[in-house]
């Protein structure tokens, strides 16, 4: 029996298994992730974030998620990733990692951490989904991984779990789905979102893609100015902040706090 050495980290209610794994020791990434991220079978968690070698960045940053696929961003991962790359592996405050959705800049800071995302793409302002009889007025965007953006006036009472998961899947997205955000503004530079994630297939506390496509839509759309705060589920806000050129955004950056919650050996 072999054991793997694992962190678990948290970042506004998103919560990571950190695992090194520059010497290639997990070779099942997919199947240690399913059953790791298992509630109350393995140790609970939203995905799993392996760190491995890379020629283009200080690391490369594989993300599989709590059902075993791999997803290209995750906007909350990168802080955890950063945080636990500084304070153990000793990589420098500033770094860089290789993802899926491209190279990623990291800024850890004494009590946030500060990442440069990818280059929204594909926006689209207006689609309309239809949905159980009706057409339901949306955004889209890519901020690494795609977003469906829905704007609302009573974010607390919107079942998020039923429409989420039937716009998740809707044919509009196929073949590789969307997560889904649900936003309010709630002042000139402010909003409130909930999140529907693919790959955890539920509700989560906090998304940072999805803070992040929230943020740019709205400021692309003139209901919020820039930079922008962003409450999200846990309670926990994350700020946002926009650069932009030509009427399209150039840069991105999402900051906000991550922390270490616990150390442990997997058996496997």
Do not use: W
């Not at 429409?163 to 409130?192: C, D, M, S």
Request: proline content about 3%; aromatic content about 8%; charged content about 25%.
């Amino acid at each position: 029996m072999a054991e793997i050495k694992f962190h678990k980290l948290v970042a506004s209610g998103n919560d990571f298994i950190v695992i090194d794994n520059r010497k290639n020791t997990v070779k099942n990434q997919k199947a240690i992730a399913e059953k790791i991220c298992k509630p109350h079978l393995g140790v609970g968690a939203d995905g799993v974030l392996f760190i491995e070698p890379s020629k283009k960045a200080d690391f490369f940053m594989r993300i599989i998620n709590s059902d075993g696929s791999e997803a290209e961003a995750c906007g909350n991962g990168y802080r955890c990733v950063g945080l636990y790359a500084n304070t153990l592996l000793k990589f420098p405050k500033s770094m860089t990692a290789e993802t899926l959705a491209g190279l990623i800049e990291i800024q850890v800071g004494k009590d946030t951490i500060k990442v440069k995302m990818a280059k929204p793409s594909e926006y689209r302002e207006t689609i309309k989904i239809g949905l159980n009889g009706s057409k339901m007025n949306a955004a889209f965007i890519n901020t690494g991984v795609p977003h469906a953006v829905i704007f609302t006036e009573n974010l607390k009472n919107t079942p998020v779990e039923v429409l989420g998961r039937q716009i998740r899947y809707h044919e509009l997205f196929a073949p590789r789905g969307t997560n889904v955000n649900f936003a309010e503004v709630t002042g000139k530079n402010a909003l409130n979102i909930r999140t529907y994630e693919r790959g955890v297939e539920a509700e989560t506390l906090a998304c940072g893609t999805g803070t992040v496509a929230s943020a740019v839509v709205a400021y692309l759309t003139g209901r919020v100015s820039a930079p922008v705060s962003v409450t999200t589920k846990s309670g926990e806000i994350l700020q946002v902040y926009l650069d932009l050129k030509n009427k399209k955004i150039e840069h991105v950056f999402l900051e906000g706090a991550a922390n270490f919650v616990f150390e442990g050996r997997l058996l496997i």
